[in-house]
T-cell receptor
Framework: NAGVTQTPKFQVLKTGQSMTLQCAQD?????MSWYRQDPGMGLRLIHY???????DQGEVPNGYNVSRSTTEDFPLRLLSAAPSQTSVYFC???????????FGEGSRLTVL | AQSVSQHNHHVILSEAASLELGCNYS??????LFWYVQYPGQHLQLLLK??????LVKGIKGFEAEFIKSKFSFNLRKPSVQWSDTAEYFC???????????FGGGTRLMVKP
């Protein structure tokens, strides 16, 4: 029972580089989301999706792109990384109206 | 848009002490409320949630929380903490049937053995 799987777990980038954080879930959840976690600021929603082909912006979407071509996958793209994007990123999914988010293990990104 | 405030950023307790972590939210309508816990080096896990009904909800590991609608609060409590409760605790809110779960800044709890 894999749940929510994120890769990579650690990544170091140089300013201006691009990369994709992968997220996959095997629970057939319609809802998927990306959060970033920064000290003292809790988790802030970047983007979310309520189903394949549907995405929407969260609280801090600038500098990030997402797509949802399948129910299982929800990749997060950094087009041109900036030091301000140094953070821990969590992917999460939930089923219907239960409200409970299931989180991945997190991806720690450092932008130099 | 909703917001969540957790007023205690760091709490240090001795084992067997009682715990209460504050959480206040701002939103004009009906909400769903959650407490999540993040143990060191791990991802977030659900402690408990409130959707409707009895405002006193019980979660895992002896935690409970009380929803007081008039105070827009959802405080987390535990009568007697253990060293293994050392973690960061996050309160979160979403509008009823909404999709944007908003988290508070977190409270880092350290329990001394």
């Amino acid at each position: 029972n894999a749940g929510v799987t994120q890769t990579p777990k650690f990544q170091v980038l140089k300013t201006g580089q691009s990369m994709t954080l992968q997220c996959a879930q095997d629970m057939n959840h319609e809802y998927m989301s990306w959060y970033r976690q920064d000290p003292g600021m809790g988790l802030r929603l970047i983007h979310y999706s309520v189903g394949a082909g549907i995405t929407d912006q969260g609280e801090v979407p600038n500098g990030y792109n997402v797509s949802r071509s399948t129910t299982e996958d929800f990749p997060l793209r950094l087009l041109s990384a900036a030091p301000s994007q140094t953070s821990v990123y969590f992917c999460a999914s939930k089923a219907g109206d239960t409200g409970e988010l299931f989180f991945g293990e997190g991806s720690r990104l450092t932008v130099l | 848009a909703q917001s969540v405030s957790q007023h205690n950023h760091h709490v240090i307790l001795s084992e067997a002490a009682s715990l209460e972590l504050g959480c206040n939210y701002s939103y004009g309508g009906t909400v769903n409320l959650f407490w999540y816990v993040q143990y060191p080096g791990q991802h977030l896990q659900l402690l408990l949630k409130y959707f409707s009904g009895d405002p006193l909800v019980k979660g895992i590991k002896g935690f409970e929380a009380e929803f007081i609608k008039s105070k827009f609060s959802f405080n987390l409590r535990k009568p007697s903490v253990q060293w293994s409760d050392t973690a960061e605790y996050f309160c979160a809110v979403t509008p009823w049937a909404g999709n944007m779960l908003t988290f508070g800044g977190g409270t880092r709890l350290m329990v001394k053995p």
